[in-house]
């Protein structure tokens, strides 16, 4: 490459006059640098998803519930700006928590974690929340249990499109798993047990209330399937763990299920981790593409940022895309004992 060819894009300095909603910072933000710069690329990205006929799929670790991030979980649902949501059985718990119509509390890290316990208050970080009301949730999760059908194992979609809908008899305002299963959007836990649900079910086993049985592997082949559903499919990340590689994976179980797949179109993160530590949380999508998860030709970027930060201009930014949305091609889902989908 010649040196002309080299120094031809020049960044632009961010001109804020003007810059007057999400998605104007956001366009801006792309023409500067370092991870600004891949914030605003993202929503080139995520713009690209909704233009496409494709299926997204997003998944979410982290405390982000606690954090303040449901209303734009549940945003991303009622407008269809994702089609599936993976994420940890904490995050579903404190939703299900807020939808009870209970919150979450300003803390502080430096408070004395002795005494919280003492009082028996949790902190994740600087987010405080009441530990003897979370046990009344873990009770109330290990009597739904109870009250299903033993007889059968259910996938953690169908669990918890089922605890959507018994939740949202009583919600004063819908959270992810209300708007979920009113919208028929799939969820997913592949890591079920290491949360609340594993301790409210296990609690009423232990008293004699249940036997449910979780099919995680049905969760595999659903979300498998979901690949072979669309021409192509998009990833978003907001964090990584469980939820990252249980949405990546679906291209290696796909091709090996000949479902003709060649990994995932169009890829965002915005991940906090550090790719040389070697773990799947901050790999890079290069690095996914030696495992085929990613495809060869893919959109594709990386920003390494607080989930809390990115997640509100990214989802405030792509709200007002009216007529992308609205025009938007989507697959309408059927969230009974198996997934079904169709095109609109």
Known sequence: MKKHELLSIPTIPFEPAGATTAAEVLSRMKDTAFQGKQLGLAFEVWKRMLADDCIIMMGMSGAMVPAGMRRLVVRMIENRLIDCVVSTGANFFHDLHETRGHSHYQGSPHTDDV?????????????????????????????????????????????????????????K?????????????????????DSSYGIGIAENRFSGGNRLMLDVIGDV?????????????????????????????????????????IGHKYAIQCVTDAPHWGGLSGCTFQEAQSWGKIARDAFMVSCHCDST?????????????KELIANRKRRRFKLGRELEVAAD
């Not at 953690?156 to 959507?164: A, D, I, P």
């Open 115 to 171: 005494m919280l316990g003492e009082h028996m208050v949790d902190r994740m970080y600087d987010v405080l929340a009441d530990e003897a009301m979370f046990r009344q949730h873990d009770e109330w999760i290990g009597r739904f249990a109870a009250s299903l059908d033993q007889s059968r194992p259910y996938t953690t979609r169908e669990f918890l499109y089922l605890v959507g809908l018994e939740a949202a008899k009583t919600a």
């Open 173 to 193: 305002e819908d959270g992810i798993l209300t708007a979920a299963a009113k919208a028929n959007i799939p969820l997913f836990c592949p890591a079920i047990a």
């Open 221 to 261: 082949l659903e979300t498998t399937y979901l690949t072979k559903c669309a021409p192509n499919t998009g990833v978003i990340y907001f964090g990584g763990g469980t939820p990252k590689n249980f949405i990546q994976q679906t291209e290696v179980t796909a091709s090996m299920l000949d479902y003709g797949v």
């Open 309 to 321: 930060i990115a997640m509100p201009l990214l989802v405030s930014a792509m709200l007002e895309q």
